[in-house]
């Protein structure tokens, strides 16, 4: 394939609702109110996703991710527009400083397809375009004046919606500061825009090593001919690939489903890392799994596939309080003598200091 197919694919991909195949159209009741959805929250669906969806299916999972739905516009006094309360730590312009040694740093609010369930969807598709060289300067700047960051996690957006040219000088500005150690790139690229990652690219994040690529997959059948194409290559490039998750109802909130998804990119050579308790945003109320389900589901998981094919589950508290694992307890006593854990069927086991 072309080098350069993914720019002609992104150009092409639906952003308007009446673009969208009139049989999927009429099974999700009419352009009007999704129009009005997607006015308020940008659509794009590359085209070769848009044909994974089967549109017979009225719940169809990769339907729900990427089409406007109204409930969206609904408001839910549980949620909020900045769940995380990102833009309290932002300490110049794209850049989150929240935990110690590690930064991300939004390069874009541009991606090649909006999930509907994003936490950022406040900035996703609306914001501010592309970090600009002054803003460049500013970040680069503070990373020089913050040498406890050791890790830079670019993100957005979507990085890879940026020129290889682009990415390369942003990589190399990064890491010309020398108490940055490590980078990560999050990417839903190898998921909804398969032909984004070329031997060029994979080449150039390379060169950047040590760089760790976090992919999104959210459901199997995200795993096609061309997403696992690009995995193995990044993979064939000596790059180490970590994937996260979203829980998402009436996706992938069923154990059979999460570990087709889990040892799939096993297989790849993808290790699972976060499945990310869907935050408390606005607008995306109706994708919640309750957090007692979640648990029980991450349970069933353990039970059912190795350990190299489950993540961590984890949910990022409200108001920016943090990032904390969440899952079923084993301890279910710790003495001065000794403790008593909880075997894999929840039956006690004495367990010496
Ligand atoms: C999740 C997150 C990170 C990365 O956390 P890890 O647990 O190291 O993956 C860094 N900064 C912010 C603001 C985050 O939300
Ligand atoms: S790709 Fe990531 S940043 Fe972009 S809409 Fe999806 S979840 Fe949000």
Not at 168 to 178: A, N, T, Y
Not at 286 to 311: K, S, T, Y
């Amino acid at each position: 394939m072309s080098q350069d197919a993914w720019k002609q694919q992104l150009a092409a991909a639906i952003r308007r609702v009446e673009d969208l195949p009139s049989d999927l159209l009429v099974s999700l009741g009419g352009a009007q109110a999704l129009q009005r959805v997607a006015d308020e929250y940008p659509m794009m669906i590359p085209r070769r996703y848009l044909e994974r969806i089967d549109p017979s299916n009225p719940h169809d999972p990769i339907a729900r991710m990427v089409l406007p739905d109204p409930r969206e516009l609904e408001v839910d006094p549980v949620c909020q527009v900045d769940p995380l309360g990102e833009d309290g730590y932002e300490v110049v312009a794209g850049l989150i400083h929240h935990y110690r040694d590690r930064v991300l740093l939004l390069v874009t609010t541009r991606c090649a397809s909006y999930c509907r369930f994003c936490t950022r969807k406040r900035l996703a598709g609306r914001g501010w375009g592309q970090l600009t060289e002054r803003q460049l300067d500013v970040v680069v700047s503070y990373l020089e004046q913050h040498g406890e960051i050791r890790e830079v996690i670019l993100s957005g957006g979507d990085p890879l919606v940026l020129s290889d040219q682009v990415l390369d000088h942003i990589l190399g500005r990064i890491q010309s500061v020398p108490s940055v150690r490590m980078v990560r790139v999050g990417t839903r690229m190898p998921a909804v825009l398969p032909a984004r990652i070329t031997d060029g690219l994979a080449g150039l994040l390379a060169r950047h090593r040590p760089l760790f690529v976090v992919t999104h997959f959210d459901h199997p059948r995200e795993l096609g001919a061309e997403a696992r194409r690009a995995l193995e290559l990044l993979v064939a490039a000596g790059l180490a690939v970590v994937n996260q998750t979203v829980l998402l109802a009436g996706v992938n909130d069923d154990v059979g489903v999460l570990a087709e998804l889990f040892c799939g990119l096993q297989e790849l050579m993808v290790r699972p890392y976060y499945l990310h308790q869907c935050d408390l945003t606005q607008g995306t109320g109706h994708f919640r799994v309750p957090l007692r389900q979640g648990i029980e589901l991450m349970g069933q998981l353990r039970q059912r596939v190795g350990g190299l094919c489950v993540p961590q589950y984890v949910v990022d508290l409200p108001g920016g309080r943090g990032k904390v694992p969440v899952a079923l307890q084993h301890v279910a006593s710790m003495g001065l003598s000794g403790s008593v854990l909880l075997d894999p069927e929840g039956r006690p086991v004495p367990y010496p200091l």
